[in-house]
T-cell receptor
Framework: DTGVSQDPRHKITKRGQNVTFRCDPISEHNRLYWYRQTLGQGPEFLTYFQNEAQLEKSRLLSDRFSAERPKGSFSTLEIQRTEQGDSAMYLC??????????FGSGTRLTVV | DQQVKQNSPSLSVQEGRISILNCDYTNSMFDYFLWYKKYPAEGPTFLISISSIKDKNEDGRFTVFLNKSAKHLSLHIVPSQPGDSAVYFCAARGYGGATNKLIFGTGTLLAVQP
């Protein structure tokens, strides 16, 4: 059991469809991160929230991607017009120990 | 530009022996280094960390060594157990700034043979 819940665990979608993932930290954190992991790679930073403010976005986050954290608690990540290259595991994380993260179990996206 | 590198994609070790996983980095401004373990279909799990001002940190069977002059860190697992079989990622945190994001290596798949 991690301190972060992600939903859904798996998503299969057709190319061109929109998908939305949700991240719920179990305890309140003002900081929240989204990462993406593809096969053979380590997790790559996508975006960072401090409370409801999105303070940093990676260049990996194209204009088809949007993330929100409307009340500074849960967060959503939406991908519009999905492409096969979007297939990956999307990970949400909150801080632990002041210098590391605890990750959720991730959402595995497969675009067919 | 890969700032954190794990040059060994895989490692196989006999149960009971020592596993040594290596990681190199290029940015001397990193202030914390961490190791994560990942099983298939799960998120990474924090394992152990080390501050850049230290050269060793130990937690049970896991020890991380940091060589700042060589920009190299390693994770030692002794004795290795079959349940340790997983992908291990090293990660580094950039110093300063509001984001404190972690930069990960590409991972090493450890297989511990019974």
């Amino acid at each position: 059991d991690t301190g972060v819940s992600q939903d859904p665990r798996h998503k299969i979608t057709k190319r061109g469809q929109n998908v939305t993932f949700r991240c719920d930290p179990i305890s309140e954190h003002n900081r929240l991160y989204w990462y993406r992991q593809t096969l053979g790679q380590g997790p790559e930073f996508l975006t960072y929230f401090q409370n409801e403010a999105q303070l940093e976005k990676s260049r990996l986050l194209s204009d088809r991607f949007s993330a929100e954290r409307p009340k500074g608690s849960f967060s959503t990540l939406e991908i519009q017009r999905t492409e096969q290259g979007d297939s990956a595991m999307y990970l949400c994380a909150t801080p632990i120990l002041n210098y590391g993260y605890t990750f959720g179990s991730g959402t595995r996206l497969t675009v067919v | 530009d890969q700032q954190v590198k794990q040059n060994s994609p895989s490692l196989s070790v006999q149960e009971g022996r020592i596993s040594i996983l290596n990681c190199d980095y290029t940015n001397s401004m990193f202030d914390y280094f961490l190791w994560y373990k990942k099983y298939p279909a799960e998120g990474p799990t924090f394992l152990i960390s080390i501050s850049s001002i230290k050269d060793k940190n130990e937690d049970g069977r896991f020890t991380v060594f940091l060589n700042k002059s060589a920009k190299h860190l390693s994770l030692h697992i002794v004795p290795s157990q079959p349940g340790d079989s997983a992908v291990y990622f090293c990660a580094a945190r950039g110093y300063g700034g509001a984001t404190n994001k972690l930069i990960f290596g590409t991972g090493t798949l450890l297989a511990v043979q019974p």
